[in-house]
């Protein structure tokens, strides 16, 4: 039984068995979620180690399925909140060209990242463990890891989201919400806190879980090329 408060939240992205006898595959996952749950409580206790005995499988999917989650969800829910706050300030409120001009960058900014990742990154794993559990034909890994590597992904991963919304946060609790309807506001100051620790987790799991796991697999299987004759 998860008790933990952003359980639900993680959840989403998943369809969870009910009470029926479970799979090791589910039960599995059900361990991962309530790590993430954990993690989600308190960010800054975040401990790698906990989700080493979860396949990449499993760390891939949840990466894959946390994108679509921010581009159908979360994303359109901030952007309604938006909105239904900007009606009730008057055309020349300094907070209302902040918020149209932060959500349009920072929409475009993390779709752009996204599909960086879905197009370069997440497809490269699939291809190493791939290739580590059933073998490869050596000239075609070498032609893949020639067009990218992981020190790619490094070298060009630059992953200010979270900055971005900490600092619209401020900005609009600088501001007081109309008298005529403060939810709107109080909604999307949530929004803003909770999106924040999900981007925080999120980023967490591929550059303290994902990548540093990825990258041995990946020097092993160079290492093990580097090793093997070429044929002419």
């Not at 359109?76 to 001009?101: F, K, V, W």
């Not at 609790?173 to 999900?198: C, K």
């Not at 697999?217 to 070429?230: G, M, N």
């Given at each position: 039984m ?5 359980t639900a ?9 009910g009470?029926?006898r ?5 039960t ?15 960010p ?10 979860f ?6 999917d949840?990466?894959?399925?946390t994108?679509?989650?921010y581009?159908f ?5 901030m952007?309604?909140s ?7 300030y ?12 932060f959500y349009a960058?920072y ?16 497809p490269y794993v ?6 580590d559990?059933?073998?490869y034909?050596?000239?075609?890994f070498?032609?893949?890891t020639k ?5 790619d992904?490094v ?16 900005t609009?609790?600088a501001?007081q919400?109309?008298a005529t309807?403060?939810?709107p ?8 806190e909770?999106?924040?620790?999900d981007l ?11 990548i540093?796991r ?12 580097a090793?093997l004759?070429?044929?002419?």
């Amino acid at each position: 039984m998860f008790s933990q408060q952003y359980t639900a939240q993680i959840l989403q992205r998943y369809s969870l068995p009910g009470t029926q006898r479970r799979s090791a595959v589910s039960t599995q996952l059900e361990d991962f979620v309530h790590e993430l749950s954990v993690a989600f409580e308190v960010p800054g206790d975040f401990d790698a180690a906990r989700f080493s005995v979860f396949p990449l499988e499993i760390i891939t999917d949840y990466i894959r399925k946390t994108h679509r989650h921010y581009l159908f969800r979360k994303l359109p829910e901030m952007e309604q909140s938006i909105n239904l706050l900007l009606q009730d300030y008057n055309d020349g409120h300094p907070l209302l060209h902040t918020l149209e001009a932060f959500y349009a960058a920072y929409k475009t900014g993390l779709s752009l990242h996204i599909c960086d990742e879905e197009n370069h990154l997440l497809p490269y794993v699939d291809f190493l463990l791939r290739a580590d559990r059933t073998g490869y034909d050596l000239r075609e890994f070498l032609r893949q890891t020639k067009r990218y590597s992981l020190a790619d992904f490094v070298e060009d991963h630059h992953d200010d989201h979270e900055t971005e919304l900490r600092e619209i946060r401020k900005t609009i609790l600088a501001y007081q919400p109309p008298a005529t309807n403060g939810t709107p506001y109080r909604i999307l100051v949530q929004q803003l806190e909770v999106f924040d620790r999900d981007l925080t987790v999120h980023g967490y799991i591929e550059d303290r879980v994902l990548i540093p796991r990825i990258t041995g697999i990946e020097s092993k299987l160079k290492q093990r090329s580097a090793d093997l004759q070429i044929p002419n």
